[in-house]
């Protein structure tokens, strides 16, 4: 097996996958969004849970291929507790990682262990698995009220 | 002519089985497939998306680019009676590939594109555009067009949109378990109100092969139109579409050795000079006024346009291609493919095949499911060994949701491909569970998601 295999599919994206962190869709909830991919078939719905400006956590429920999952999960770790603009450095931070072709580390500041989905950005072909929940976020937001 | 004599090949007329010596010289025809992946000797098993082409196919596109490049059907100078010449020439080649007359193939962009060209045919029929002898392409509320749970969605979707135009309704007849045609409920849904049936002779998932001649007469027996998606079927087996007894085909080059961008219609003579024509503009007409045009007839009727010349040159190599190896040899050297795949998943511990099982007759492809892992996965993990395969739902997203899924993995293999890679490929999913650390348990053959 190549290492730039492993390095796609790392011991935290396998964790994640397998054990999603926010999984399951919690009651209440600012805004939603569903966002398909419908090469694969790969699905998030996102859910933000917030308290006047700040988004204080998010749900999510989806199916699909290992990265789109573990995406889902590691995003839902990252966003606790932030107000809008600092959501919205992180999805465009994770969006530059993911367009970086494995130029970039990534900014473990902003991103947390998210990060680690940067082998992805080799692979051209999963850079949208990666980005499902990141786009469920930033149309989630952008449907989100502001306080 | 300066095209490469496909010498390797032996006679289409030998009736002996393809060698495996002979697919190995056949194999040089194919540059490409000598091409590392990933520090691995490619394997392609994606040909039921699009198939490589041979020298011989490339080389006469530019023969023809460098020697007799113009305008076809129109121009007296050499050049262009050349290319004209060439360009018709290719369409009787390509007619007689599948039985049929020149006047019967119509040239398109692709297979989509010509089973759009006969819905948007019964649409402007309907609006009331043709000729007196188009009455039977009209459609109404009460007026029923067929299609069937196993399409790919080219065969769905222009009906469903037909369907919406015109007032008629959209019935489906529903697979089985092995993604076999329920023909209890084709003999109940085809009835007097069947206009059109369209199905396809070969599923591009489960590789079913659909039985033509009973639905056939099943629709001719209540005076419905019959078209035939012939995309996997073309390609891989001898077909003779006047003995089928079809009213319409399609198929596409790109899947049988050819180009990109050239697919064919095939319709009966008398159904095409009454059809109402789909794009229209130059090269289709005889006399046009500022108030109104009059057609030609098939098939120019239907090629509106500058054509693609080059392309349907190349098409042309590719059938002769095929016909010198023997259409006969290729179905027997795929079906072997087909059931070394099959039986091979089957027997790995977490995989399930969509469609029949091994001993049933099949095209040489199989699509399957890896429990606990999605087949986008699957298909990353094989490529890192240099296997190319499809991932997804293979445009068929109503077939795959009737086996419960939303996509699944397609190995499909062609003339050129080996046991050897058929067997790498096995060797590869075998891999798949322990990579993803998922612990299969192993379904009962036969038994469903």
């Known amino acids: 097996m190549s290492s730039s295999l492993e390095s796609l599919y790392q011991e935290v994206i396998m964790d994640h996958s397998r054990t999603p962190h926010n999984h399951g869709l919690r009651e209440g909830g600012s805004a939603e969004s569903h966002q398909l991919n419908p090469t694969c078939g790969d699905e998030v719905t996102l859910r933000i849970h917030s308290q006047g400006d700040t988004i204080t956590s998010l749900s999510w429920e989806g199916h699909g291929c290992a990265i789109s999952q573990a995406s889902a999960s590691l995003l839902s770790d990252v966003i606790v507790d932030l107000d809008r603009a600092a959501v919205q450095e992180r999805i465009d931070a994770f969006r530059e990682l993911m367009r970086s072709k494995g130029t970039l580390e990534g900014d473990e500041e902003l991103l947390g262990d998210a990060v680690v989905l940067g082998g992805v950005s080799r692979y051209i072909a999963r850079v949208k698995c990666a980005m499902l929940a990141w786009v469920a976020l930033e149309d989630a937001l952008a449907k989100s009220p502001a306080a | ?449």
């Open chain 2, 1 to 449: 002519m300066t095209v490469t004599d496909a010498s390797s090949l032996a006679s289409g007329a030998e009736s002996a089985p393809l060698t495996l010596a002979e697919v190995d010289r056949m194999r040089a025809d194919f540059p490409i497939l000598d091409e590392t992946v990933n520090g691995h000797p490619l394997a392609y098993l994606d040909s039921g998306a699009t198939s490589q082409r041979p020298l011989q196919v490339l080389d006469a596109e530019r023969d023809y680019l460098l020697h007799r490049n113009s305008a076809v059907h129109r121009g007296a100078h050499t050049l262009a009676a050349e290319a004209t010449e060439s360009f018709e020439g290719a369409r009787a080649r390509v007619a007689d590939f599948v039985g049929a007359r020149e006047n019967e193939i119509v040239w398109t962009s692709n297979a989509t594109e010509a089973i759009n060209l006969v819905a948007y045919a019964f649409s402007n029929a309907s609006l009331g555009r043709g000729a007196p002898a188009s009455s039977r392409f009209v459609l109404g509320p009460g007026d029923e067009i067929v299609t069937t749970e196993g399409e790919h969605h080219a065969n769905l979707i222009p009906w469903q949109e037909l369907a919406a135009r015109t007032g008629a309704t959209l019935r489906v007849i529903p697979i089985d378990d092995d993604g076999q045609l329920q023909m209890v409920a084709a003999e109940e849904i085809i009835g007097s109100r069947t206009r059109i049936l369209a199905f396809t002779h070969v599923s591009n998932v489960t590789g079913v092969i659909n039985p033509v001649e009973r639905l056939v007469a099943l629709a001719h027996a209540v005076g419905a139109l019959v078209l035939l998606d012939a995309c996997q079927s073309a390609p891989h087996r001898p077909l003779d579409l006047g003995a089928l007894g079809v009213d319409f085909a399609v198929f596409s080059a790109h899947k049988m050795l050819g180009p990109t961008g050239i697919g064919v219609l095939y319709g009966r003579g008398e159904l095409l000079d009454a059809m109402p024509p789909f794009l229209t503009g130059g090269s289709m007409i005889t006399t046009v006024t500022l108030e109104k045009a009059e057609y030609l007839p098939a098939p120019q009727r239907f090629e509106a346009g500058t054509q693609r010349v080059s392309q349907v040159i190349a098409f042309g190599a590719a059938v002769d291609y095929l016909s010198q190896v023997g259409m006969q040899r290729v179905h027997d050297w795929e079906a072997a493919l087909g059931q070394r795949l099959v039986e091979g998943l089957e027997s790995i511990p977490g995989i399930t095949v969509l469609g029949p099982g091994p001993g049933v007759e099949r095209a040489g492809l199989a699509s399957f499911v890896v429990e606990g892992v999605h087949a986008h996965d699957v298909g990353q993990y094989l490529d890192d060994l240099g296997i190319a395969v499809r991932v997804g739902h293979h445009c068929a997203q109503p077939l795959h949701r009737r086996f419960g899924v939303t996509a699944s993995t397609r190995a499909s293999a062609y003339l050129y491909n080996t046991p050897a890679e058929v067997d790498a490929f096995l060797e590869g999913v075998r891999g798949v569970t322990a990579f993803f650390g998922v612990v299969p348990t192993q379904y009962p053959q036969g038994s469903q998601l």
